[in-house]
């Protein structure tokens, strides 16, 4: 650890001292035009939306201010803000950024929000912003990974349905995925396989891998442990039975090959019409409705295991957070409360079409075909504390590329998968 993270620690530390204590303060204090500032990697135009209803626009004590982020900066913006004095009082991030965020944000005391009203409010991931001291986070939104589908392609393939089980992919491979005269793919069943021109490998590895059995990372007593190599008692561990079933699609040998490194991102290549099915997040439809509006598509829950008794999707979760920069740690806790609030998490779920993250909400089916699916696939969403969201993505990608090149035996690449995960939670 260098001086500069060490020097870091401590300031934050003295933070939560302070914020701690301004929780009681705030009760009894009559102040007003107290102003809070808000970090988040939604949309400006989006947010002050939001700020416009009458639960905001008509509070005369407290007024909010929104600062938009790039979600690839907003990490490192943060930590150099607080360490300035200038940071926000809330900062709105997604759950495989909060564990490294995370001595930097002030825990909501049980005695303010109850565990058991927590878990009764919101989805079940929304646990992983739990603590033993507090809430880290109240849960704002959640963006599940779904199953997209050519209406077209399978109805030309004879398929009524598409498919759900992940079992069904093999005879639905032999009539999607086609090769050219030289035995190069011309369409494919399904991106699966590769890294590199699948963007969202290390979220597809992840839902796999959750569905097989393992939590990829978890609390062993106060340590947080990677659970990669874990074999949970079975004759094959989950991971090596979730990264055979992912790898084998870049197989050439295999009849269900699907495809290679060669072809474009997985998203150009279902909105170009040369895939079947594309694993995305609820938040693309938009995009790929834009990027070829005459596709014929729709939407399904992501297929699951037989014989896993569960049903699982994975899903990027955001969550609102009281930071330790904060100088009025109760009036931020007030706008955090409302940002989750019933009437505000239906006004967010519309602007940003995407499921809310509470159960109450989620109870009441939309009428629309695809946001009925994401409802759906919201209550069924997990997720992992992540260490590092960069590194583990080049450590599921070197993991994936080391299988499919030959370089390493999917134990080996796992074993050494598994020691780089240990090594960032240290």
Request: no cysteine; aromatic share 10%; net charge negative.
């Amino acid at each position: 650890m260098s001086n500069f993270q060490i020097i870091l620690l401590v300031l934050f530390g003295v933070f939560i001292v302070v914020a701690v204590a301004a929780f009681s303060l705030y009760r009894g204090s009559s102040a007003t035009d107290v102003k809070i500032v808000v970090w988040g990697d939604i949309s400006s135009f989006d947010f002050e939306h939001l700020l416009s209803i009458p639960v905001f626009s008509q509070d005369q004590t407290v007024s909010v201010a929104y600062v938009e982020k790039s979600s690839n900066t907003i990490e490192s913006e943060f930590t150099e803000a607080l360490a300035q004095g200038i940071g926000p009082d809330l900062i709105i991030l997604t759950q495989d950024k909060f564990l490294k965020e995370k001595p930097k944000l002030v825990p909501i005391p049980y005695e303010s929000i109850s565990e058991r009203d927590f878990k009764n409010t919101f989805i079940e991931e929304g646990e992983l912003f739990l603590g033993e001291d507090g809430i880290y986070a109240l849960p704002l939104s959640i963006d599940p990974l779904v199953l997209y589908y050519n209406r077209d392609l399978l109805s030309n393939a004879g398929q009524a349905r598409p498919i759900m089980y992940w079992d069904e992919i093999y005879a639905a491979a032999l009539n999607l995925s086609k090769k050219d005269a030289a035995g190069n793919l011309v369409s494919s069943v399904l991106a699966l396989g590769e890294a590199r021109n699948i963007p969202h490998a290390k979220d597809i590895l992840s839902l796999l891998l959750l569905q097989a059995g393992t939590p990829i990372t978890e609390f062993s007593g106060s340590t947080l442990r990677s659970q990669l190599i874990n074999n949970f008692n079975l004759p094959i561990s989950p991971s090596q039975a979730a990264f055979d079933f992912y790898t084998q699609f870049s197989n050439q040998t295999k009849a269900f090959y699907s495809w290679n490194r060669s072809l474009i991102d997985a998203q150009t290549h279902f909105t170009s019409g040369d895939s079947a099915y594309y694993l995305g997040f609820a938040s693309e439809l938009k995009a790929l409705r834009n990027k070829n509006p005459t596709l014929n598509f729709s939407v399904s829950l992501v297929p699951q295991s037989r014989v896993s008794g569960k049903i699982i999707t994975f899903g990027s979760l955001r969550g609102v957070a009281i930071s330790r920069g904060s100088r009025n740690t109760a009036a931020a806790l007030t706008v955090a409360t409302k940002l989750v609030s019933k009437e505000v998490a239906l006004f967010l779920s519309q602007e940003l079409l995407l499921p809310p993250a509470r159960r109450d909400l989620l109870s009441q089916k939309p009428t629309d075909t695809a946001m009925s699916v994401f409802y759906n696939a919201a209550l069924q969403s997990r997720g992992w504390l992540d260490p590092d969201t960069l590194a583990t993505n080049i450590i599921f990608r070197e993991a994936i590329e080391s299988i499919t090149s030959g370089r390493a035996r999917t134990v080996e690449a796992i074993n050494k998968a598994d020691r780089e995960i240990e090594a960032l939670i240290k």
